[in-house]
Each structure stands twice: as structure tokens, then as C-alpha cells.
């Protein structure tokens, strides 16, 4: 089965500009989960979608963040207008069901650059 | 903030030594998974355990959870190159909102020399 899928790999964008990122999570994964790592911290909830739903957002660090789920399949996150402090590395990651025993299946991460 | 905090942050080993890796933290948790991440990839799951005490291994690696379930420790038997690697825990919370939140170590940075 393809995995978690993860684009840009990379950007790199000025201050005040707008980015998105999209995630692809694997087929029929109905969990979708963004998690980042600014550096030198560790990785950081961010959000969880149940569906189409965001089951939990107490991660988002201000509303300068968007993430949208239409229709269940893949998801965005957009930051607009970004600032420094949003450089990071944005991972995705993605479960068939909730609970411990459901592996979560993480992207590859896009790297992001806010210069 | 509910830490968990991974010694040590780095670790430079020969090849056919062992090592051990821990995570500590004052909060408990219903569950700690174990993940490695390469260069350039996402964190890939290991392991989880669940029950204060656990021990499960897999291959050259065992891994325990503290009886309290506030800490968790890796040792790798023989270590090979190609345990070189990030190794994250994460420990996972009941939150509000009706489904586990996940909170991530600090991280070991392991490297295992030929």
C-alpha cells in the first residue's frame, strides 16, 4: 500500500507570504493527524481530523494556521502570512482507527523555510 | 508542559556494544511508543506498551515501561550501523476531546560506527 505522502518536500518563502502544504494519508485512513518540529524542540501536536472533522485543534498555535479536510481524503495546512517562527519541519501522519494499538504512519515531512 | 525528556541526546557507539536509551517523565501515561527516524523520513514505529512494567522485544531490542508508566527505557544488544538513527519515544495522553494526544520525546541521536 502507498504510504503517507507529504508535498512540497521543501519550500522556501519569504515573511508575510502564504504557504500550503498537502497531505495524502494512506487509503482509507480516516485519521489524519499534522504534527511539526521547529528546530531543536521535539515534535508537536498540531491537529486531528476524524473524517472530514477536526477532532482536536488544541495544537494550533494561532490562527495565523488553516487546516481543512474536505470530503475525508487528503489535507492542507495553510499559514498566511507566515513568520519566522513558523520554520520547522510539518509532519503528517495517518491511522486506520483511535487508540494506542493504531499505528499512526508519518509522512515524510515537508520542510519549511521562512526567511 | 508535560515533558519527556531522552538521554542522552547523543550517543557515538562501536559496532557490537550495547546501549541503553531512556525516557523519563514526571507525567503518566495509558501507553509509550518507541519510534526511529532516518534523514529525511518520518518517525517509523517500533513498538508500544501499554501495561506498567511491560517489556517486549524485538529482535536485538527490548524495550520496558516503568512500573508507575512514567518512563520507558531502549537497550539495543550488539548494536549494528544500521541502528543509526533518531530514536523518539511518545507518550500518549486520554485527552478533552475524546481520543489519545501524543507527546513527543526529546530525542536520541544515535550512531553506531563500523
Known amino acids: 500500500e502507498a504510504g503517507v505522502t507529504q508535498f512540497p518536500s521543501h519550500s522556501v518563502i519569504e515573511k508575510g507570504q502564504t504557504v500550503t502544504l498537502r497531505c495524502d494519508p494512506i487509503?482509507?485512513?480516516?485519521?489524519l493527524y499534522w504534527y511539526r518540529r521547529v528546530m531543536g524542540k521535539e515534535i508537536k501536536f498540531l491537529l486531528h481530523f476524524v473524517k472530514e472533522s477536526k477532532q482536536d485543534e488544541s495544537g494550533m498555535p494561532n490562527n495565523r494556521f488553516l487546516a481543512e479536510r474536505t470530503g475525508g481524503t487528503y489535507s492542507t495546512l495553510k499559514v498566511q502570512p507566515a513568520e519566522l517562527e513558523d520554520s520547522g519541519v510539518y509532519f503528517c501522519?495517518?491511522?486506520?482507527?483511535?487508540?494506542?494499538?493504531?499505528?499512526?504512519?508519518f509522512g515524510d515531512g515537508t520542510r519549511l523555510s521562512i526567511l | 508542559t508535560q515533558l519527556l525528556e531522552q538521554s542522552p541526546q547523543f550517543l557515538s557507539i562501536q559496532e557490537g556494544e550495547n546501549l541503553t536509551v531512556y525516557c523519563n517523565s514526571s507525567?503518566?501515561?495509558?501507553?509509550l511508543q518507541w519510534y526511529r527516524q532516518e534523514p529525511g523520513e518520518g518517525p517509523v514505529l517500533l513498538v508500544t506498551?501499554?501495561?506498567?512494567?511491560e517489556v517486549k522485544k524485538l529482535k536485538r531490542l527490548t524495550f520496558q515501561f516503568g512500573d508507575a508508566r512514567k518512563d520507558s527505557s531502549l537497550h539495543i544488544t550488539a548494536a549494528q550501523p544500521g541502528d543509526t538513527g533518531l530514536y523518539l519515544c511518545a507518550g500518549a495522553k486520554w485527552g478533552g476531546s475524546g481520543t489519545y494526544k501524543y507527546i513527543f520525546g526529546t530525542g536520541t541521536r544515535l550512531k553506531v560506527l563500523a
Open positions: 501522519a495517518s491511522s486506520q482507527g483511535q487508540g494506542e494499538f493504531q499505528p499512526q504512519h
Open positions: 507525567s503518566v501515561f495509558s501507553s
Open positions: 487509503s482509507g485512513h480516516d485519521n
Open positions: 506498551v501499554v501495561t506498567g512494567g
